[in-house]
């Protein structure tokens, strides 16, 4: 039996918004408790930066363990032509 599928219009920005929501929490522990004392322009540029990182960082992890949460995880190895 296969697996549901949703538009990936609809996993994209829920990829997002989870690496988002992380990031966010992140950003909000080390500015309230003094770690890293922001102003709002460098708050958005932390919270930018950790979406991106986070994002890059899952994406790696699920290539490495062959799932995905929400998309397909692609195949490591290249078809041999011919076969």
């Known amino acids: 039996m296969s697996q549901p599928r949703v ?3 609809v996993t994209r920005p ?12 992140i950003t909000e522990l080390l ?3 003094g770690i890293l004392p922001m102003d ?4 958005a540029a932390v919270l930018l930066i950790l979406t991106i990182v ?10 490495r ?5 929400l998309r397909p995880v692609p195949p490591t190895d290249d078809p041999v ?3």
């Open 65 to 69: 363990i062959g799932k995905g949460f």
């Open 54 to 63: 986070l994002g890059a960082v899952q994406a790696a992890v699920e290539n």
């Open 40 to 43: 709002e322009r460098q708050y």
């Open 14 to 25: 829920a990829r997002t918004a989870v690496q988002g929501g992380l990031a966010f929490a």
């Open 31 to 33: 500015d309230s408790f």
């Open 7 to 9: 538009s990936q219009a």
């Open 81 to 83: 032509p011919g076969k």
